[in-house]
């Protein structure tokens, strides 16, 4: 093993130019971890705010940034009997995507769907992970019900289209583009919406609701979002990209006996998310092999072109997962 490698640091909280390439150690695996010599990462939005300085690593995780990355397996710590030295690994990290080398807990990790490249697979933990946990988990989005998703095009928001529709749900979408409305379609959205130039909460009420909202907008959707909903509907929010505040109305949630909830993927315990992707495992890996749940990928940037990376991200034009090449 080498004793260093490159790695992605942020030099100081900014724009895309912070990112530096470096050496740093090659870290060692603890006893219930693996070391993953990584082909490929994921880029997340999640990575731009941190970059920024507006989302610190959890306590104890490395500074490198990236969520999730896919490689071969290159040491495994005493205490994990269930990978081997070679496999073919994707991962959901706490940081440390932006590297050669990684650690990560063993129950964290998932194999690479057969049929997938590591580009591919690099771009599936953190995406199904939060899509799995807010949507299924938590919004108990069930085969039949109809899912409403703003940022169709998004990271998220196609691994939300993909999946649900799998699963056998309708899905509407949102999106800030007519050519973004048009990829969701594609992708496998029932119908969507350029939230810039229609009331798409009438719309979408007097077309017989939702069951289910996946929120990255908060802020003025949020009351919208509960106008869409029907009775029994769940509201699970993972950003607020229009405002971290909101106003509701109390007695919309009473009437038609609505659940709010929100989550970071982040901040979760360990069990948490090992209990996560043996369900992941068992349920969505199948879909993802017998390409029934399609992915769609965006750009694939070397990992010297970070900084490019990152300006696609913020340029918002982007459509699905962008993804750094490691080696
Ligand atoms: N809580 C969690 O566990 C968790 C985990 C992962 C990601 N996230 C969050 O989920 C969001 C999506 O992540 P990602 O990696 O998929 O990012 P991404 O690909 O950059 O997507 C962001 C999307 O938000 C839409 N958007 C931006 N500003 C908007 C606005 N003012 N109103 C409506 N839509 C707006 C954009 O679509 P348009 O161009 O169509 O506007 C874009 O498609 C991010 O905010 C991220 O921080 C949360």
Known sequence: MPHSMRA?????????EVLRMVERPTPQVQENEILLAIEASGVNRPDVLQRMGMYPPPPGATDIPGLEAAGFVAAVGKEVS???VGDKICALLPG?????YATVDAGSCLPVPSGFTFEQAAGLPETIFTVWANVFDDGDLKSGETLLVHGGTSGIGVTAIAMAKAFGAKVIATAGSDEKCEACRTIGANAAYNYRDCDWDKDIAEKGGVDVVLDMTGGDFVARNLNCLNPGGRHVSIAFLRGVEASVNIFTI?????????????????SEKARLARDIEKKVWPHLESGKMPITTDEVFPL??????HKRMESGAHIGKIILKTR
């Open 82 to 84: 269930n990978i081997k």
């Open 254 to 270: 009473m009437q038609k006996r609505l659940r709010l909830s929100g989550s970071t993927m982040k901040s979760r315990a360990l």
């Open 304 to 309: 010297d072109q970070v900084a490019e990376a």
């Open 96 to 100: 440390g995507g932006y590297a050669e």
């Open 8 to 16: 992605i640091e942020i030099t100081e909280p900014g724009g895309p």
